[in-house]
């Protein structure tokens, strides 16, 4: 079975500050992992995937994720942030892209 | 190029009643699927297909039916409607070269 954990519910950062929101998952094979970001009334735009290879990958708009397999986490990161990132944020994981499961979300809110 | 077409955005229906939720594609994708996106939840995988003629249950697909004649279309039947199923609709679909599932824009649905 798989899961996946967003601990942060609601995360607040100040314009131009650092941004890290975490994801851990429980997957019982080599895990397939999406971030996605929701603006309201929209629909799900990918940032970015992992499915093997270097473990930091990066994705649009200035995101980046890291895989750690030891702990079970695909944290997503961005050094800056930008107004227009307030939005919410969903981690994902699947085989082959199929089935996903995702996070509960994290909701991003900047202050200027 | 269309992408992910979801009909109609918005939706209220009386309980009991039935309706159905369009989703078309138009990137020759084999695999499409449902999810539902509640509050505090992410989404929840409905049902799901590898191909035309092939549907498969998610993780929640009680209350609701699909089908699958064609490889561009893939609606979503609601029987009876209940208010339990008041929620947000995604339809997706994914290209199995690819690892990547695109999203329509979302079907906002009440259920009174």
């Known amino acids: 079975a798989q899961s996946v954990t967003q601990p942060d519910i609601h995360i607040t950062v100040s314009e131009g500050a650092s941004l890290e929101l975490r994801c851990n998952y429980s997957?019982?094979?080599?895990?397939?992992l999406f971030w996605y970001v929701q603006s309201p009334g929209q629909g799900l735009q990918l940032l970015l995937k992992?499915?093997?290879?270097?473990?930091l990958v990066q994705g649009i708009k200035g995101f980046e994720a890291e895989f750690k397999r030891s702990q079970s986490s695909f944290n997503l990161r961005k050094p800056s942030v930008h107004w227009s990132d307030a939005a919410e944020y969903f981690c994902?994981?699947?085989?082959?892209?199929?089935?996903?499961?995702f996070g509960a979300g994290t909701i991003l809110r900047v202050k200027s | 190029n269309a992408g992910v077409t979801q009909t109609p955005k918005f939706q209220v229906l009386k309980t009991g009643q039935s309706m159905t939720l369009q989703c078309a594609q138009d990137m020759n994708h084999e695999y499409m699927s449902w999810y539902r996106q509640d509050p505090g939840m992410g989404l929840r995988l409905i049902h799901y297909?590898?191909?035309?003629?092939?549907?498969d249950q998610g993780e929640v697909p009680n209350g609701y039916n699909v089908s699958r004649s064609t490889t561009e279309d893939f609606p979503l039947r609601l029987l009876s409607a209940a208010p339990s199923q008041t929620s947000v609709y995604f339809c997706?679909?994914?290209?199995?070269?690819?690892?990547?599932?695109?999203f329509g824009e979302g079907s906002w649905l009440t259920v009174v």
């Open positions: 994902a994981v699947g085989a082959n892209g199929n089935k996903l499961g």
């Open positions: 997957y019982g094979a080599t895990p397939y």
């Open positions: 992992y499915f093997s290879g270097d473990t």
């Open positions: 997706a679909s994914r290209n199995d070269r690819q690892n990547t599932i695109y």
């Open positions: 297909s590898v191909g035309a003629g092939i549907t």
